[in-house]
């Protein structure tokens, strides 16, 4: 499931989202499993890494990666306001619009 990016969007606040996605997969959690599910029908038959659930988090926002999740948002933080309205616009329509022409 695509997310947006929350507005003025900080590493630390995603990577306690992981933390806790991850604490929460663990714990057997539906809808955490589910989750992690989404992103690998092979996903459970082993126990989560950190790097498993970063991956999935960045892939719900739009990076491929969580190192271009956390490049992105270090590009976001040096961003003016137009920029990051631009940002913030290509990551919750990034499916449903053609901003390649930038």
């Known amino acids: 499931m695509r997310q947006s990016l929350p507005p003025n969007p900080s590493l630390e606040a995603i990577e306690k989202k992981a933390s806790r996605l991850l604490r929460d997969v663990r714990r057997g959690n539906a ?5 992690w ?4 029908s092979e ?4 126990h989560p890494r950190p790097a498993d659930i ?18 992105g948002l270090e590009k976001d933080n ?3 306001p137009e920029d990051k309205a631009r ?8 499916d449903r619009v053609d901003l390649s022409h930038e």
């Open 31 to 35: 809808a955490a499993v589910a989750r």
């Open 37 to 40: 599910h989404s992103l690998d």
């Open 43 to 46: 996903a459970g038959t082993g």
């Open 54 to 71: 970063q991956y999935l988090i960045a892939r719900e926002y739009g990076f491929r990666s969580w190192q271009s999740l956390k490049d």
């Open 78 to 80: 040096r961003s003016s």
């Open 87 to 94: 940002i913030q616009l290509k990551t919750a329509y990034s």
